[in-house]
């Protein structure tokens, strides 16, 4: 069995499973579930064998190609780990056939793309799955229609930059798989390989949701079905990065730019995508601070991790590369796993906004677990994988001497401490609402997925070097260099750690504060109203848990901060009043004035071409 | 089988029809499945083959043509012309005083589609336009009257001016064959000034059957007011017929500069017809609009004129007239049950009608071209083809192409779009058009999806088209 028999099974399944999902929903949502579990699987422990398969004709000169290299294997074990993590997760929540039809073209698209070798695959299978998503993501709220039309727009933006790019790839250099590419792009002239890269750009930028183009992330994560925002944030974004690795590291773009002038060790082009980045660091952990709605904030946080991974993969290098690798993983991880504990408290409590609850640590402790380890992962505190990634993106930022990306990316992850914090006080923390008084812990099934991606953020996180000598496969499948590790200690240039030293020093200290805590006296529960009141009487029970614009101060300061998402929507009218216009000129109400433009258009040509 | 058969039984139950009033509806029944099937037939065989007229051989008289292209073409416009009256064939209120015109209609589109003669083609494009005005004065308001007259006025003029151009090239090349033409040109022996004023005059006149800037003035309100079945046939089968005749033509017999101001008209009336399309309110107008890009977007691929180009542009008026067919079938029907077809009139309308839903989704996404869909494929071929000339064009090209999966993604969202009110009672679909809607819907996924073999015949369509009334041409000279 072969992977191209898997994507067919994958592409078939669906209309199968709608069928079946017509007489009984959990049967297929099983199903597919099962599905994705056995792709993930088969994925995982047989890839990596390079083995590359052309396929049907598209049209007269052009395949499909399908490849597992290391790249492709990569790739695809992270996103179906997520979308199999969220197939199992989603069994309680509402079903329907239409959108296990939708889920399973998504499904089946995404991994067309991330088995790609040529770039019109991987932009047709890229398609499939997007326009399925677009559909799937007004399934069930009222407000995202809106939101998704702004999905639309810039998906098309993306889409059609990169068709301009690989139909002028193949005018110009002949063909459009990777390896082709990556040959005879470096004999092309400056202007071709500039306009082909910054279209293929233009494209991730979209899809990941960068600066500027990120105004589709707010809306489209929150709105979406809460059982599809995970797939939506750690799996759909990352084909993004599949497709800006290609073009960076295995075309790559370091070689094609070096005649370009270069700024600090870096050909200005990457640079200025890695600004976009940086920039996209600072604006998405900014608005994340300003949200109200939990989903609305991590989707604000997908943003400023797609900067860093823009921002890694874009600038190059060993521990960059490895490090922008690392954060695809860790992201994807982390990210699935936040909001599937959103999704779960949304479940139990019927609402997302953070003010409307508080105190759920003693009623769900499992989904507190997991979002907190997801957050440490955001924030970049060992024990966790987070810290791994950004500390070699650090390493590398450090040695290239670019001052203003590293403050970039000390600033996101700083910020990210306060944004990421919101939720957990406002959630998790504080006073629990008398209405949630009877709140239980989700169902098992949803336990389990997200109970696994915390574990194996905790893994990754304790033991690093077993993600980073496969990165190093992936790496070194494209010609960079490996990063130093050992079974422990990882070596970069400004020094070495070792993680489990780190994980030990971490357990010391956690159990020091346990054996404290719990030979400390035990707090006395006492109810609210029993209170010291100099004298005053009290009659009703404070709200002592301030939720509500937690950040205010920190909000004020950036009241006034332009908001990107007003350019689309005046753009939209703009092209609203030149069709105004061109119907004034061209559709006029009088039959006249038609043959009046007739006759002046043939007098018209006639001396043009004479 | 002589292909004059597919002309003359319409032409000759219309003649009937006009003396026996009560059966012309079932005339036009037996005149659509006579040309459905003997199309059908006519796609059997292969290969470019000429059929004189009355004895006379040509290039003295008239002769029919069929191509490999007509040989896809021809069937679609027929049987999509049948579609539409079994859909409509049980209001027969509608129908009755206007079955005659429709019949008409058939027998002119055949004969647009296979004629090899310019001055025969100029009587059948009069009869045609002559049937569509009709066709178009059809609506319930006032405004139809207003807007069959604005083409009316507009068509007359365009036929005109076709007429003209064919007596100047008369004049200069001593023949209406278009074989026997297109062979003195590519042979230089005409006028190089005499040829551009003739392809201009005849670029106009066909130009306002095909839609294109800036002659297509009256294509909103003709499509927007018309009745039901007017708005079908003229919509999905008149532009089958119209606009691969402008390709035939302009191509055989056209000035090479002329090509030139094809690609640049054709991709103006992409975007104008995608810009005005998007601001829009309600779905008929929309498709009106969404019809004139589409035919730009034909058009400007025949002045590119490469075989990839002419392939893409064959499969680009399939999808379109399959597509187009449903969307304007479901749109006419939920103005029927619905009363309006505006945004909010048409919320939650795909929970309503599952299988319009599903068949409107397939042929918007079809049309806006992505991927597993016919409209890709084509438009695939279309963007490839458009980087023969300059670079501007391609980019217009995807602009306008954004702004087009912009709104329609806004009808599809409106159809899904989560209930807020109370639940609204269930629609069902007529059965023909369910099952018109749903065969229609499968032939856009196949072809969609399909491997290349299968789009063989697509590519031999956009050879014929290039070479083989040309070629047909030298054979006939060579003979006499």
């Given at each position: 069995m072969s992977i191209l028999t898997l994507l067919v099974a994958s592409l078939l399944a669906t209309p199968i499973l709608y069928l079946i999902a017509k007489f009984n929903t959990k049967i297929a949502y099983g199903a597919y579930a099962v599905l994705q579990v056995f792709s993930f699987i088969y994925v995982f422990f047989t890839g990596r064998s390079n083995v590359s398969y052309e396929v049907i004709g598209i049209t007269e000169r052009l395949n499909f190609n399908f490849g597992i290299t290391p790249t492709n294997w990569f790739f695809a074990s992270i996103v179906l780990l997520i979308i199999s993590m969220s197939a199992i997760f989603m069994f309680p929540l509402k079903k329907s056939p239409v959108k296990i039809f939708l889920l399973g073209l998504v499904s089946a698209g995404?991994?067309?793309?991330?088995?790609?070798?040529?770039?019109?695959?991987?932009?047709?299978?890229?398609?499939?799955?997007?326009?399925?998503?677009?559909?799937?993501?007004?399934?069930?709220?009222?407000?995202?229609?809106?939101?998704?039309?702004?999905?639309?727009?810039?998906?098309?933006?993306?889409?059609?930059?990169?068709?301009?790019?690989?139909?002028?790839?193949?005018?110009?250099?002949?063909?459009?798989?990777?390896?082709?590419?990556?040959?005879?792009?470096?004999?092309?002239?400056?202007?071709?390989?500039?306009?082909i890269l910054i279209s293929l750009g233009v494209m991730v930028l979209a899809k990941m949701g960068v600066f500027p183009l990120h105004i589709w992330l707010r809306g489209s994560h929150s709105s979406a079905p809460d059982e599809f925002s995970p797939i939506l944030s750690g799996a759909l974004t990352k084909i993004g990065a599949f497709l800006l690795f290609i073009i960076t590291s295995a075309l790559p773009s370091f070689m094609i730019f070096s005649k370009l002038p270069v700024f600090n060790g870096i050909p200005v082009v990457n640079y200025a995508f890695a600004l976009l980045g940086g920039i996209s660091i600072v604006v998405g952990t900014v608005m994340a601070i300003r949200m109200e709605d939990a989903k609305e904030l991590i989707a604000f946080s997908t943003v400023s991790n797609s900067g860093y991974i823009v921002m890694a993969l874009s600038i190059g290098g060993t521990y960059a590369t490895a490090g922008g690798l690392m954060h695809v993983l860790n992201h994807a991880m982390a990210s699935a796993a936040m909001f599937m504990a959103i999704a779960a408290v949304a479940y139990r409590t019927g609402t997302t906004k953070m003010h409307e609850m508080g105190g759920l640590i003693l009623k769900m402790p499992v989904t507190f677990a997991t979002y907190l380890v997801a957050i440490i992962s955001i924030a970049g505190i060992p024990p966790t994988s987070g810290f791994v990634s950004k500390w070699l993106i650090y390493q590398q930022l450090v040695q290239n001497g670019l001052p203003f990306l590293a403050f970039a990316a000390f600033f996101g992850s700083i910020g990210s401490f306060m944004y990421v914090f919101k939720p957990l006080a406002g959630i998790f923390l504080g006073q629990l609402k008398p209405r949630h008084r009877n709140l239980k812990e989700v169902p098992f099934v949803m336990v389990v997925p997200m109970t696994i991606l915390t574990l194996l953020t905790v893994f990754w996180g304790i033991l690093p070097s077993n993600a980073i000598k496969t990165i190093n496969a992936v790496t070194a499948s494209v010609g960079i260099n490996a990063v130093e590790v050992t079974f422990s200690r990882i070596v970069a240039l400004t020094g070495e750690w070792?993680?489990?030293?780190?994980?030990?020093?971490?357990?010391?200290?956690?159990?020091?504060?346990?054996?404290?805590?719990?030979?400390?006296?035990?707090?006395?529960?006492?109810?609210?109203?029993?209170?010291?009141?100099?004298?005053?009487?009290?009659?009703?029970?404070?709200?002592?848990?301030?939720?509500?614009?937690?950040?205010?101060?920190?909000?004020?300061?950036?009241?006034?901060?332009?908001?990107?998402?007003d350019w689309l929507s005046s753009l939209s009218d703009k092209i609203k009043e030149l069709g105004a216009l061109l119907k004034a000129i061209f559709y006029p109400a009088n039959p006249q004035l038609y043959i009046g433009l007739a006759i002046v258009a043939i007098i018209g040509t006639f001396w043009w071409l004479r | 089988?002589?292909?004059?058969?597919?002309?003359?039984?319409?032409?000759?139950?219309?003649?009937?029809?006009?003396?026996?009033?009560?059966?012309?509806?079932?005339?036009?029944?037996?005149?659509?499945?006579?040309?459905?099937?003997?199309?059908?037939?006519?796609?059997?065989?292969?290969?470019?083959?000429?059929?004189?007229?009355?004895?006379?051989?040509?290039?003295?008289?008239?002769?029919?043509?069929?191509?490999?292209?007509?040989?896809?073409?021809?069937?679609?416009?027929?049987?999509?012309?049948?579609?539409?009256?079994?859909?409509?064939?049980?209001?027969?209120?509608?129908?009755?005083?206007?079955?005659?015109?429709?019949?008409?209609?058939?027998?002119?589109?055949?004969?647009?589609?296979?004629?090899?003669?310019?001055?025969?083609?100029?009587?059948?494009?009069?009869?045609?336009?002559?049937?569509?005005?009709?066709?178009?004065?059809?609506?319930?308001?006032?405004?139809?009257?207003?807007?069959?007259?604005?083409?009316?006025?507009?068509?007359?003029?365009?036929?005109?001016?076709?007429?003209?151009?064919?007596?100047?090239?008369?004049?200069?090349?001593?023949?209406?064959?278009?074989?026997?033409?297109?062979?003195?040109?590519?042979?230089?022996?005409?006028?190089?000034?005499?040829?551009?004023?003739?392809?201009?005059?005849?670029?106009?006149?066909?130009?306002?059957?095909?839609?294109?800037?800036?002659?297509?003035?009256?294509?909103?309100?003709?499509?927007?007011?018309?009745?039901?079945?007017?708005t079908l046939v003229?919509?999905?089968?008149?532009?089958?017929?119209?606009?691969?005749?402008?390709?035939?033509?302009?191509?055989?017999?056209?000035?090479?500069?002329?090509?030139?101001?094809?690609?640049?008209?054709?991709?103006?009336?992409?975007?104008?017809?995608?810009?005005?399309?998007?601001?829009?309110?309600?779905?008929?107008?929309?498709?009106?609009?969404?019809?004139?890009?589409?035919?730009?977007?034909?058009?400007?691929?025949?002045?590119?004129?490469?075989?990839?180009?002419?392939?893409?542009?064959?499969?680009?008026?399939?999808?379109?007239?399959?597509?187009?067919?449903?969307?304007?079938?479901?749109?006419?029907?939920?103005?029927?049950?619905?009363?309006?077809?505006?945004?909010?009139?048409?919320?939650?309308?795909?929970?309503?009608?599952?299988?319009?839903?599903?068949?409107?989704?397939?042929?918007?996404?079809?049309?806006?071209?992505?991927?597993?869909?016919?409209?890709?494929?084509?438009?695939?071929?279309?963007?490839?083809?458009?980087?023969?000339?300059?670079?501007?064009?391609?980019?217009?090209?995807?602009?306008?192409?954004?702004?087009?999966?912009?709104?329609?993604?806004?009808?599809?969202?409106?159809?899904?779009?989560?209930?807020?009110?109370?639940?609204?009672?269930?629609?069902?679909?007529?059965?023909?058009?369910?099952?018109?809607?749903?065969?229609?819907?499968?032939?856009?996924?196949?072809?969609?999806?399909?491997?290349?073999?299968?789009?063989?015949?697509?590519?031999?369509a956009g050879n014929a088209m290039v070479d083989a009334i040309i070629t047909l041409g030298k054979n006939l000279i060579g003979g006499v």
């Open positions: 995404t991994l067309g793309a991330v088995f790609s070798q040529d770039f019109l695959t991987l932009m047709i299978f890229w398609e499939i799955s997007t326009w399925a998503s677009l559909i799937l993501i007004i399934q069930d709220k009222e407000k995202s229609l809106k939101e998704a039309i702004k999905y639309v727009a810039i998906a098309s933006i993306g889409t059609y930059s990169m068709l301009f790019a690989i139909f002028y790839m193949l005018d110009k250099l002949g063909s459009i798989e990777f390896s082709t590419v990556a040959a005879r792009i470096g004999g092309a002239t400056a202007e071709v390989q500039l306009v070792d993680s489990i030293l780190v994980t030990t020093v971490f357990a010391i200290g956690f159990f020091i504060s346990l054996f404290i805590f719990m030979r400390a006296k035990k707090a006395r529960q006492v109810d609210l109203m029993d209170n010291y009141t100099a004298g005053d009487f009290l009659y009703t029970s404070e709200l002592y848990h301030f939720s509500y614009r937690m950040y205010r101060p920190f909000d004020r300061l950036f009241e006034k901060w332009p908001s990107m998402e | 089988m002589n292909p004059v058969w597919l002309i003359a039984v319409p032409l000759a139950l219309a003649f009937i029809s006009t003396f026996a009033n009560r059966i012309s509806n079932w005339l036009l029944f037996l005149s659509a499945i006579f040309n459905a099937v003997a199309g059908i037939f006519l796609s059997f065989s292969s290969g470019t083959a000429s059929y004189s007229i009355g004895g006379w051989r040509s290039p003295f008289g008239i002769d029919l043509i069929v191509t490999d292209a007509t040989r896809i073409l021809l069937p679609v416009a027929n049987i999509l012309f049948f579609f539409a009256v079994i859909i409509h064939l049980s209001k027969k209120r509608a129908l009755e005083k206007f079955s005659v015109v429709y019949t008409i209609s058939l027998a002119s589109l055949n004969g647009i589609l296979l004629t090899n003669d310019l001055f025969n083609l100029f009587v059948f494009l009069e009869i045609a336009g002559v049937a569509a005005y009709l066709l178009a004065m059809t609506g319930k308001e006032g405004e139809s009257k207003v807007a069959a007259f604005k083409y009316l006025l507009l068509g007359s003029v365009g036929s005109l001016l076709y007429l003209l151009g064919v007596a100047v090239l008369y004049a200069a090349a001593g023949t209406l064959n278009i074989s026997a033409i297109a062979t003195k040109v590519s042979d230089g022996l005409l006028n190089g000034d005499v040829m551009l004023v003739s392809s201009l005059l005849m670029i106009a006149g066909l130009g306002v059957e095909s839609k294109l800037v800036p002659f297509n003035g009256w294509v909103p309100g003709v499509f927007t007011k018309s009745s039901n079945m007017a003229l919509a999905s089968v008149y532009p089958v017929a119209m606009i691969s005749t402008f390709s035939r033509v302009i191509l055989a017999v056209g000035d090479r500069r002329a090509l030139d101001l094809v690609i640049v008209l054709g991709v103006a009336t992409v975007l104008i017809g995608e810009v005005i399309a998007f601001k829009q309110r309600n779905l008929r107008s929309t498709l009106a609009y969404s019809s004139i890009a589409q035919s730009g977007l034909a058009i400007f691929l025949v002045g590119i004129g490469t075989v990839e180009a002419l392939t893409a542009s064959v499969m680009l008026i399939i999808n379109n007239a399959l597509a187009k067919f449903v969307l304007f079938s479901v749109d006419s029907y939920t103005t029927e049950e619905l009363g309006a077809d505006d945004l909010e009139s048409l919320y939650g309308l795909g929970r309503m009608a599952p299988v319009a839903g599903l068949i409107f989704t397939v042929s918007a996404l079809s049309i806006s071209g992505m991927p597993l869909f016919l409209g890709f494929r084509a438009k695939l071929l279309a963007i490839s083809s458009s980087f023969e000339s300059l670079l501007v064009v391609p980019i217009v090209i995807l602009l306008a192409a954004a702004i087009e999966i912009t709104y329609y993604f806004r009808w599809i969202f409106a159809l899904y779009r989560p209930y807020k009110g109370e639940e609204r009672a269930r629609l069902s679909l007529p059965l023909e058009l369910m099952a018109i809607g749903v065969v229609l819907a499968a032939i856009l996924v196949f072809l969609g999806s399909s491997s290349h073999e299968t789009l063989m015949a697509f590519s031999k």
